[in-house]
């Protein structure tokens, strides 16, 4: 537990994950500006401990969590880390990062009290782990949300089989295969936040959840005082694209998907297409089957396949290739391991999806 005043967002403290109650509330800023927060196994550990502190903690009523500064509140998690840890074959860390980061996922989930998100910001994969399982997501005018793991040779995890197949229509294929970047209004209209606000007043949000009285149910109370601040966001981009994305993200195969984006001359069809030529085609094959099985599994089952995934597409070449282009020499060149989708093995796309030897399976 910090002494450091965390309301601010613009705290002195340099540990990584600050805590505070604040009357009724336990308060978490993610404390990583400069890496726009991040989310390293550290801090997966901090959130952890802490969420099981206050769970039985009859003073706590309800949980906030927010990024530090002004540009993210989490903006994944820590891909350099696990690069370098891939690049020494520390396999430990990489069962031990999405081991514990997925039960942190789950255990948000199932959290009893009310979990409110402010993603005020950049929230991308990790971030978007720690935020779309709680109960409440509050989007503002900065929120900048994507799954763009495809783009760097992995897939949407952290509960993505769960949450994608989830929105409307086949809003969680595009998504997840494009790696589109969503603001505010697209969000709401997805279902991925709950509730809209301004920048501005999430200070007073904040206010409000503290100098609420919590005698009757904490999460209607919750409920209650987030309406009251919600504000119109404007209209959603992908309401107007909803026709588009039904028909061209319907498809049986993601060979069928392309097949029917290259025929279409629509403009969207056209930025849909530059956007998947630059994503991994082993990466695609594998989400496009993760999102499509996710469709009738649990959240706990979910998360036991993306372990699965995760622990192998660790040890594949496109993986390694994707961070090298994007986060260490940024030539944004990947060379991955196949030239097309047509090149991808089915067979080799279900070995990715088999159980793990007993000892090593996640088991939620």
């Not at 952290?158 to 409307?168: A, I, M, N, S, T």
């Amino acid at each position: 537990m910090t002494s450091d005043k965390i309301n601010d967002r613009n705290p002195t403290s340099e540990a990584p994950v600050l805590f505070e109650q604040d009357g009724p509330v336990g308060h978490i800023l993610l404390n990583r500006p400069r890496a726009l927060n991040a989310l390293d196994l550290d801090m997966v550990d901090l959130m952890a401990a802490q969420l099981k502190s206050w769970e039985s903690d009859p003073a706590i009523k309800v949980i906030v969590v927010e990024g530090a500064g002004d540009k993210a509140f989490c903006a994944g998690g820590d891909i350099r880390g696990l690069y370098d840890a891939r690049a020494v074959d520390d396999e430990d860390m990489l069962d031990a990062f999405y081991r514990r980061e997925y039960h942190l996922n789950h255990y948000i989930a199932n959290y009893p009290k009310p979990y409110v998100a402010i993603m005020d910001g950049i929230t991308m994969g990790g971030g978007v782990g720690v935020s779309i399982h709680g109960r409440f997501r509050v989007a503002t005018e900065r929120t900048l949300f994507a799954m763009p793991e495809t783009g760097i040779g992995f897939f949407p995890d952290v509960g993505g089989g769960y949450f994608l197949p989830r929105c409307p229509g086949d809003i969680g294929m595009y998504l997840g295969l494009t790696g589109a970047r969503l603001k505010a209004a697209d969000c709401l209209y997805a279902g991925l936040a709950t509730h809209g606000t301004t920048s501005e007043q999430v200070a007073a949000v904040k206010s409000a959840l503290v100098s609420a009285g919590y005698a009757s149910d904490a999460f209607d109370m919750v409920a209650e005082i987030l309406a009251r601040f919600n504000t119109n966001m404007g209209e959603a981009g992908l309401a107007a694209d909803r026709d588009h994305i039904d028909r061209l993200f319907s498809g049986e195969t993601v060979a069928a998907i392309l097949d029917g984006i290259e025929q279409d001359d629509s403009a969207f069809a056209q930025n849909c297409l530059r956007m998947l030529s630059t994503k991994s085609p082993t990466a695609l094959c594998v989400s496009f089957e993760q999102i499509r099985l996710g469709r009738d599994m649990t959240l706990a089952d979910v998360l036991n396949m993306e372990f699965r995934l995760s622990q192998r597409m660790v040890c594949k070449p496109d993986l390694f290739e994707g961070v090298r282009a994007v986060i260490i020499d940024k030539d944004h060149a990947p060379k991955w391991q196949f030239g097309d989708v047509g090149q991808v093995d089915p067979r080799e796309v279900a070995e990715y999806f088999e159980l793990l030897p007993t000892a090593r399976e996640l088991n939620l």
